[in-house]
Nanobody, 129 residues
Framework: QVRVAESGGGLVQAGGSLRLSCVAS????????MAWFRQVPGKEREFLAA?????????YYADSLKGRFTISRDSAKNTVYLQMDSLSPEDTALYYCAASSLTYPSDRYYRAVRTYSYWGQGTQVTVSS
């Protein structure tokens, strides 16, 4: 079992930045990837970024982010970060961290909600105009 917990959300003005953190605990040695998603009420959960925590170490981003978000990892702390810059009100959402313990044959799997078995409770990000 792996547990993940997000932190770092809050209220920020448009154009500002936030850094979210996600700490994994439990059987962390089994994780193969960690990712960030977000969701607004009435919409599907949206992929933002993922990082492979075993093997290749590949990083994946949603094309829609246009380089504004950066995912990184501190393996010694079992922590993954999401640096978010140039925030706009459209980025207001509940941000989730997720972890997977499976390995997939294609990179596209790491962008899918169904790939991840372990989810945090979410941290709210609100961007004011």
């Amino acid at each position: 079992q792996v547990r993940v917990a997000e932190s770092g959300g809050g209220l920020v003005q448009a154009g500002g930045s936030l850094r979210l953190s996600c700490v994994a605990s439990g059987r962390t040695f089994t994780t193969t990837a960690m990712a960030w998603f977000r969701q607004v009420p009435g919409k599907e959960r949206e992929f933002l970024a993922a990082i492979r925590t075993s093997g290749s170490g590949n990083i994946y981003y949603a094309d829609s982010l246009k380089g504004r978000f950066t995912i990184s990892r501190d393996s010694a702390k079992n922590t993954v970060y999401l640096q978010m810059d140039s925030l706009s009100p459209e980025d207001t959402a509940l941000y989730y961290c997720a972890a997977s313990s499976l390995t997939y044959p294609s990179d596209r799997y790491y962008r899918a909600v169904r790939t991840y078995s372990y989810w945090g409770q979410g941290t709210q990000v609100t961007v004011s105009s």
